[in-house]
């Protein structure tokens, strides 16, 4: 097989995800195969009701293995889920339907029937229950990754938070030097790989300008050793930056990625400067995955009006 296949699982059943597949399909043929992993029944209701054709071949996937993969068609792995209606509310009911799509996905990447992987929005507060503070985390454990970095990628500028999503009052414990090191070795070893060169890097400080009142001050005593300690790897990267005026467009240029200190600090911005235009990576996993960047969307389930470039970057960027 030339292209290896895009592994798909749509995550939470009640959300825009089948919506904006069927646009981002409606908008460009990919050249990759898709295995979509999902229930068939969910699949032809959505399809009915957003007025989609395309052929469906289903996988007997009851001994594991996969025979062919077709192009020009969804090869369907079916995952039984009972809804009675289209649209639902999102809850904990579907946590077993989705633990088995992944399940089914990992042991699809396992066996190296790909390795490009893409799952649709998931719901944090029914799925990962608080044991996980996202899909990132939960992929990690599942194939007993130690260190991976989220990054927010476009092509033009890129972000990366070294803490995910921790509450406000949590973020100054688990920054640490080791985990500022460990998170750009991931990115840089990311890009190396599949942008074939060095990512010029910027990194934020953590307190407003980069200053504190406090005995104990994190860019000073963390964050600055860090950076040293990787330029003397002869990595391109350079900071503390304050994260007020890094993202004005005479500094961002300046780099191919930011590393923030949290969460909000980068995605903010580069949501506000991208809007859609941007895709959620994890690296470090034994394979690539990638997601929209926004979440399952539940007020504009059904309402056909929901933005799908995020997802079509993601589909795109697989296809290879």
């Known amino acids: 097989m030339k292209f290896k296949p895009i592994i798909i699982v749509p995550g939470e059943p009640n ?3 089948f919506e904006i597949f069927f646009k981002s399909l409606k908008n460009k043929k990919l050249k990759s195969p898709i295995i979509l992993i999902t229930s068939k029944k969910l699949f032809e209701k959505q399809a009915k009701f957003f007025k989609f054709k395309i052929r469906i071949i289903e996988i007997d996937y009851s001994k594991k293995k996969i025979k062919k993969v077709y192009p020009n068609s969804i090869n369907l792995i079916n995952v039984n889920y009972d809804q009675k209606k289209i649209f639902e509310k999102i809850s904990d009911k579907s946590n077993r339907y989705i633990k088995k799509c992944f399940d089914i996905a990992l042991d699809l990447l396992g066996k190296k029937i790909s390795n490009k992987f893409l799952n649709g929005p998931i719901s944090k507060k029914f799925f990962l229950k608080k044991k996980f503070s996202g899909i990132t ?4 454990k599942k194939t007993n990754t130690k260190n991976v970095a989220m990054i927010i990628y476009n092509k033009s500028l890129s972000v990366s938070p070294i803490t995910t999503h921790l509450p406000i009052k ?42 504190s009142f406090d005995k104990f001050n994190e860019d000073e005593n963390i964050i600055i050793p860090a950076i040293k300690y990787l330029k003397k790897l002869n990595y391109k990267i350079k900071g503390p930056f304050p994260a007020d005026t890094i993202f004005l467009k ?10 923030g200190m949290y969460h909000d600090q980068v995605l903010t911005p580069v949501k ?5 235009d941007a895709i959620n990576i994890t690296a470090g996993l034994p ?22 470039l995020s997802l079509f970057r993601s589909m795109q960027f697989l296809d290879f």
């Open 15 to 17: 959300s825009i995800f």
């Open 137 to 140: 985390e939960y992929l990690a």
């Open 170 to 211: 949590l973020i100054t414990k688990k920054i640490t030097k080791i985990e500022i090191i460990n998170k750009i070795k991931i990115i840089n070893l990311f890009w190396q790989k599949h942008f074939k060169l060095k990512p010029k890097i910027g990194l934020t400080g953590l307190n407003p300008h980069c200053e």
């Open 250 to 259: 005479s500094n961002r240029k300046k780099f191919d990625l930011i590393v």
């Open 272 to 276: 506000t400067i991208f809007e859609y």
């Open 287 to 308: 394979f690539i995955r990638v997601s929209p960047d926004h979440g399952p969307n539940e007020l504009m389930i059904g309402k056909n009006l929901s933005n799908h």
